[in-house]
């Protein structure tokens, strides 16, 4: 019965991100208000601190996991060098074992001014057994989903740093003939374009810090997954606004408060052309158009669109810089997909890697595929590794 459930679910996952029509007469939608992607996980936060924060990562301090939410900030970086893996298990309340993600990243500092960053996001849905409406089986298929992507960061003045980044995707749900369409891998490139303003400043009598982030990500080519080169999917093109602000209380403690905004900038979907192509009508949009248009293409105008926006908000508080106590909310409009959960965690830091642990509470009766999952990051400072810095110190607190 679970593996039944499993390979169940798993199938309406992919039939819902590859989104084709397999028979000849047209379905009508009227207002279908969730935005549904292709590759859906590359908005999946790939790392524990992130993760243990509602999300938000747009504005909060740099470090080697800053590719996937703003690669700006690696300008500003203390370190010189820093590589983070992760390891994140998906829908282990399930007792699923083999469906996972993982997120290698890291950035090194050319000089002062400017840096390059490299990351490599691999989510592997396990193996499952596609069946006819019989039972009779018919397939054996291992789905799977990767992103490379290349970032090169630089300073343009003491308080503003840029970025660009290219990457290439790859999704591989299903192969061979399946309902009637001869399914094949699909892959994609795209491109990100970050922005970091910091200050240092008084906050209460205290020295703080100011950090304001903007990310364009996931702006690229969109994506099939059949012969039909005119029924492609978008990728999930994403506009994401941030601000953080650091306050240290003491020579010991320091606050974080952080706060993200994002929203998805592709057409909402609304209606099917039932008269021509039998394709969907926001398919055929083009991709710079339904970037532009996603601003006021909500089939229920202004209020639908302020829906369409997903908030974190997340707090970090570090003790000397070695320990520290995270927790965020993560908001999702009931008609445009429900997320809305808690999340909490903890990091420590050495002098040569540190260690990042989320957890999520959901608030809504959405099951979320990280329902009771702990989440692991390790994060190692490369620079710390030359002959003249290590020594017998460099492993205590």
Partial sequence: MKKMFRNTLLIAAILTAVQTVTTAQAIQIEKVNTIITAVPFLRIAPDARTGAMGDVGIAISPD????????SKIAFAEDDMSVAVTYTPWLRALALRDVYLAYLSGYYKLDDQQAIGLSLRYFDLGSIQFTNENGDPLITANPREYEITGSYARKLSDKFSGAVGLKFIYSRLAEGNFGNQNFKPGSAVGGDISMTYQDDMKVSGYDSRLRIGMALSNLGSRITYTDNSENRDFIPTNLGIGG?????????????????VNKLMVPTPDTIDVEQDGILD?????????????????????SEEFKELMFSVGFEYWYNKQFAVRAGYYYEAETKGNRQFF???????????????????????????????????????????????VNASSFKY
């Fill in 282 to 302: 926001y398919k055929q949009v083009g991709t710079v158009d339904g970037l532009f248009n996603s601003f006021g293409d909500a089939p229920g105008g202004g």
């Fill in 64 to 71: 080697a996991q800053s590719m996937w939410a703003n690669a």
């Fill in 343 to 389: 999340t909490t965690g903890i990091g420590l830091k050495y002098n040569v890697f540190g260690i990042d642990i989320s957890y999520l509470v959901p608030t809504t009766n959405i099951n979320n595929p990280l329902n009771n999952t702990l989440r692991f990051t390790l994060v190692f400072d490369m620079a710390a590794f030359a002959p003249e810095t």
């Fill in 244 to 260: 953080a602000l650091e306050m240290d209380i003491d020579e010991y403690n320091t606050l974080v408060f952080a706060l993200d």
